[in-house]
């Protein structure tokens, strides 16, 4: 008979395994701290909300160290305020609602500024004082009908260019193409430069360059295998009409995410007070959402989609503004904004990648095919056409400020 002490252990559990060395590792980071040293404290002010009655304060705390809110003042005098939710001493990450019964003025500009126990300060400046919208119909109607006049409207308009398009030769189609690749880059710059003012704003704990870059990989890396699904399941089809179908509706998504973004900030722009930037967006998105309905098209142009589709493509393009401005305007929250940049970046620079394919094959099939990929794509109606998208764009942001 073995003894029981020579018996063979059993071994530990895998996770016990991976989780024991970051335990290790974590537990004596408190105690590394010199004696003495003055805690770090960083809050974020991430919103705030203008109610009939004062002003609420959507309060992160950004730093490592516990924070206790002390005090509060508002154009440099002291208010009394009240701590909903996480309370006035705050942990990482943690988040609270502080209450001001300060009389704000209409459109005047005030200071709100928080003092931690150990006195430091942290301040927040309301521009423009004007009430917060509330998630009511009568708020969720104008959201609506800012959407529609800014997205949908726009991108349908854009699709009754398709009887003019279904009725180009190769060459304008190829011209067209690369319109459409012009168009996208532009919205693809816009979105990058966006994603990272963004970004810039964000509280530093949720690294915000970080969150755009992933979120965009992501995008590209869903959309790279959303396609190659749809194509599997259109085998049936003609090969031009597979690739023309797949690829609107990929334009399509790439636009919609896009559109939710500008969604985002016009929406933002309103609950923040600037109705003049808010009115000023709308008609330079309008502007340029309606080229985009044209890129849409131009994937299909000798497909023949019934008006269904057209239909459908039409609202995947343009529904997402009206999302885009209900968060924007109720519901703001600068992680979702960076987030839905660098989704709509990487949407964009896929299809990007998808149209150039496409415009290569389709020139390779008419020209020598010794010639190299950077030879057929630098023919003149390609170049043009990029040229065009690209200033088209360019010039309409441009004439709206």
């Known amino acids: 008979m073995i003894p029981e002490t020579s018996r063979a252990t059993r071994p530990l559990?895998?996770?016990v395994v991976a989780l024991g060395p970051l335990v290790l590792l974590t537990a004596p980071a408190d105690r590394l701290r010199p004696q003495g040293a003055p805690p770090v404290e960083r809050l974020a002010i991430e919103r705030a909300i203008l109610q009939s009655d004062g002003i609420v304060l959507s309060v992160l705390n950004d730093g490592p160290d516990p924070v206790t809110i002390a005090q509060v003042t508002v154009d440099d005098a002291f208010w009394a305020f009240s701590a909903d939710g996480g309370g006035t001493t705050l942990r990482h990450?943690?988040?609270?609602?502080i209450s001001i019964p300060y009389?704000?003025?209409p459109g005047e500009a005030h200071l709100v500024k928080l003092l931690t126990s150990t006195g430091a300060t942290f301040e927040h400046e309301i521009a423009v004082a004007v009430r917060s919208p509330k998630a009511e119909a009568a708020n969720l109607g104008l959201f609506t009908i800012i959407g529609l006049y800014v997205g949908v409207i726009p991108v349908a308009l854009g699709l009754f260019w398709y009887p003019l398009?279904?009725?180009?030769?190769?060459?304008?189609?190829?011209a067209l193409l690369a319109l459409t690749v012009g168009l996208l880059a532009f919205l693809f710059v816009d979105a990058v430069k966006e994603g990272l003012e963004a970004a810039a704003g964000m509280p530093g704990s949720y690294q915000g360059v970080a969150l755009l870059v992933a979120a965009a990989a992501g995008a590209y890396l869903l959309l790279e295998t959303f396609g190659a699904w749809l194509r599997a399941r259109r085998k049936g089809a003609t090969p031009t009409a597979d690739?023309?179908?797949v690829l609107a509706l990929l334009v399509a998504v790439g636009i919609g995410l896009h559109n939710f973004g500008e969604g985002l900030a016009i929406g933002a722009a309103f609950a923040l007070g600037e109705a003049a930037l808010g009115t000023l967006l709308i008609l330079g998105f309008t502007l340029h959402n309606t080229t985009e309905g044209l890129?849409?098209?131009a994937p299909i142009a000798k497909a023949r989609p019934s008006l269904r589709t057209l239909a459908s493509l039409g609202l995947i393009g343009g529904v997402p503004t009206i999302a885009g401005a209900w968060c924007g305007g109720l519901v703001y929250s600068p992680v979702l904004a960076v987030a839905c940049l660098g989704l709509g970046a990487g949407a964009i620079a896929q299809v990007i990648g998808?149209?150039?394919g496409q415009i290569g094959n389709q020139i390779a099939d008419r020209t020598s095919r010794s010639d190299s990929?950077?030879?057929?794509?630098?023919s003149a109606p390609v170049a043009l056409g990029l040229v065009a998208g690209f200033g088209v764009m360019y010039i309409t942001g441009m004439l709206v400020g």
């Open 243 to 245: 690739s023309g179908a």
């Open 295 to 297: 890129a849409i098209v």
């Open 165 to 174: 398009v279904s009725r180009l030769g190769r060459t304008g189609l190829d």
């Open 103 to 105: 009389p704000w003025v």
């Open 354 to 356: 998808q149209i150039g």
């Open 13 to 15: 559990p895998g996770w």
């Open 93 to 97: 990450l943690g988040r609270t609602s």
């Open 373 to 378: 990929g950077l030879s057929r794509l630098a």
